[in-house]
């Protein structure tokens, strides 16, 4: 896809996403849960009455823009549109319809849906959209990262996105060890494990709001934590494997893999927190 087109694109989901987010938040106070799907925790499990309609509304959506676009939903397993859409699609639009769906459950407003366009297996721009604060985070490879609020869905409403550090707050996902080593220094807590309403820490967008320094994970999903990292990397954060590696799954995109994760807001939290990750 030429930038032009991407933008388009982005353009043609900025609404479509404000719409999905009304509707889940609507329906929010009075939300039916799923059975749960396979996973190691609740948060993986959650499913709710809202992932399934906001992802058909996205497939649907989808569609009608461009038959020849492939489509990936988190829900896929219990979606009737899957069929349709081109396996071998060059251009892929990627969805986690309710990111968060155990924060959904729980009346929070911390819930996000997050989507992104893959061409060519490349990751070419990933949108997180917060229906309740009513913010837009996103990441072009081309134009870099963008905020911006409901009232102006349009890339033309959009500003520059950057990353803010200073809390030293780290958050972490299915990495134990990680949190001890780094607890020396920062306070380290698990999204799960360590859950509490009151702490309120549990988006990686708050990377953008300087409430949170870094986030790291084993085996993370790349269709939600890949994307928000592919933003951060792009607002000036910087972003690799827990061992300084590249996170080749920017460029070789699957939405359905795993990979372990260090995202940082700054270069130097990342250099820090590295540090102690060798010295373990």
Request: proline share 5%; hydrophobic share 40%; charged share 20%.
């Amino acid at each position: 896809m030429t930038p032009a087109e991407i933008d388009a694109l982005v353009d043609y989901y900025l609404p479509v996403l404000v719409t999905a987010g009304d509707f889940a938040h609507r329906i929010q106070g009075g939300i039916q849960s799923r059975a749960g799907k396979d996973g190691k925790n609740a948060w993986v499990e959650a499913v709710t009455d809202a992932d399934i309609a906001v992802q058909t509304y996205v497939e649907v959506a989808t569609m009608a823009r461009d038959p020849a676009l492939g489509f990936f939903g988190e829900e896929w397993a219990q979606s009737a549109n899957h069929k349709y859409f081109s396996p071998d699609a060059r251009t892929v639009v990627n969805l986690d319809p309710v990111n968060g769906t155990f924060l959904y459950k729980n009346q929070r407003d911390s819930w996000d849906i997050i989507l992104s366009i893959a061409d060519e297996n490349q990751l070419v721009a990933a949108i997180s959209y917060m229906p309740v604060r009513g913010n837009f985070y996103m990441a072009l490879r081309h134009h870099g990262a963008l905020t911006g609020t409901r009232d102006n869905p349009r890339l033309a409403g959009m500003q520059p996105l950057r990353t803010q550090s200073g809390s030293r707050v780290c958050l972490t996902y299915q990495a134990p060890a990680v949190k001890r080593t780094i607890s020396e220094r920062y306070e380290a807590f698990d999204i799960v494990e360590d859950y509490n309403p009151e702490r309120a820490f549990d988006n990686l967008n708050d990377l953008f709001t300087g409430r949170l320094d870094a986030f790291a994970c084993r085996d993370g999903e790349m269709l939600d934590w890949g994307a928000m990292a592919f933003i951060v990397h792009h607002a000036g954060g910087t972003v690799s494997t827990l061992d300084g590696s590249p996170l080749a799954g920017l460029n070789d995109y699957r939405p359905d893999a795993h990979a372990d994760m260090l995202v940082a807001a700054s270069p130097a939290i990342h250099r820090e927190i590295r540090s102690l990750l060798e010295s373990a």
